[in-house]
């Protein structure tokens, strides 16, 4: 049995504390938007209530979240987006600026039950819809007009 040393476990209550703290803030501001940020815009967002937070600690505590099941990660090729929202959601990605939306479509249960009759137990889907948004359609940027035509 290690001695008990008041001192050490005063510091790691408060460091569980602090991390406790970090995590929740960043879970705060996914859970506050719908805009499917990057870990760059979520450490802006955190670093205003917690002025001394890392990119570093950031990126470990979107990773404990996700393997917590408590945030979603969309990965789009190098990209990684994160979701707040975890219940069962399609989503749009602008292929132009990169934009992620929630998409007002039903979950299609139905798609698994298909599946199921190949023999699987479909315990989850993920079906993804890409294209360019609004903005991006009226941009006449155009690397965008190219990818559009190559895309037709
Ligand atoms: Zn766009
Ligand atoms: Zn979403």
Known sequence: ???CDPELEQTLHADGLRITRQRQAILDVLQSTVA???????????????PNVSLGTVYR???VLEDQGLVRVLRYGRFRRY????????HL??????AVCDLGLDWQDRLGQQVEQEGY???????EFYG??????AC???LAVTARADSD
């Open 1 to 3: 049995m290690q001695p």
């Open 36 to 50: 499917h940020p990057d870990a760059a815009w979520v450490y802006d967002q955190v670093r205003q209530q917690i």
């Open 61 to 63: 505590n979107l990773q």
């Open 83 to 90: 979701d707040g929202n975890i219940s069962r959601h399609y």
């Open 93 to 98: 990605a602008c292929l132009g600026c990169g």
């Open 121 to 127: 137990e479909v315990t989850d889907h993920r079906l």
């Open 132 to 137: 360019y948004c609004l903005q991006c359609r």
């Open 140 to 142: 006449d940027d155009p």
